[in-house]
């Protein structure tokens, strides 16, 4: 059994990313942008109006501020102050998911969020923090980070993530985007998504193995062709008798 997620709700007013219909359709679990790195009210409303049509788990795609940057810039947030900007932007999520008649039941970082949380011990305590006050919600990220240390010690579930279209380093981090190779084709997406579902490890960009125990697989909603990806990727794993079910 796993979870299959992406990242939608990445618009900003005119301005649209990805198809976030058709790939609710696909998802079982959708990570909503919550306005600190894209979205504004109009699409997190629609966003998370779909997603209970489509019966998809919600979550909150927390940021740092930086619409600029799309948050994936390095920012010098002091802990207490980054703990209540997560706590605004789940709790800006989940009225508009009680609104259309579910709620909020994980919080998954964002870009330059998610990569400090996964290293920076008081950083994931921030985030964590924040999942825990408003409901002890559980927490998406990389397996074996300081954001799953971070959950443990708030006492709240943690669920480790891979990614289908990311490569990895040897030491199981995500590559940076400016690298070569970062970003998977849908072949190599798909062959990535099968090895850490089936043998809970995938190749990394030096051609080694690294391990990857994850209970849900990421398409990221604005990759090329995210939409036939994870088409392709659930009916691989559906073909070989794998369940595709939210984790939350």
Known sequence: M???NSD????????????DAALLEVVTSANIACGFHAGDPAIMRRTCEL??????CIGAHISYRDLAGFGRRAMAVPPRELADECLYQ?????????AAGDRVRYVKPHGALYHAASADRAIADAVA????????????????SELAAAAAAAGIDFHAEGFADRAYTPAGALVSRGTPGSVL???????????????GATEDID???????????????DSPGAVAMARSIRDALAGKGIEIEAFA
């Open 2 to 4: 796993i979870d299959l």
């Open 8 to 19: 939608l709700g990445e618009g900003f007013g005119a301005w649209s990313m990805g198809d």
């Open 51 to 56: 997603a209970v049509a489509r019966g998809v």
């Open 90 to 98: 789940i709790g800006a999520l989940d009225a508009f998911a009680r």
């Open 129 to 144: 923090g924040a999942a825990a006050v408003h409901g002890g919600l559980a927490l998406l990220g990389l397996p074996g």
């Open 185 to 199: 084709d849908e072949e190599s997406a798909l062959a990535q998504a099968i090895s850490i579902a089936v043998d």
């Open 207 to 221: 051609g080694g193995r690294v391990p990857v125990p994850a209970r849900s697989l990421c398409v990221h909603g």
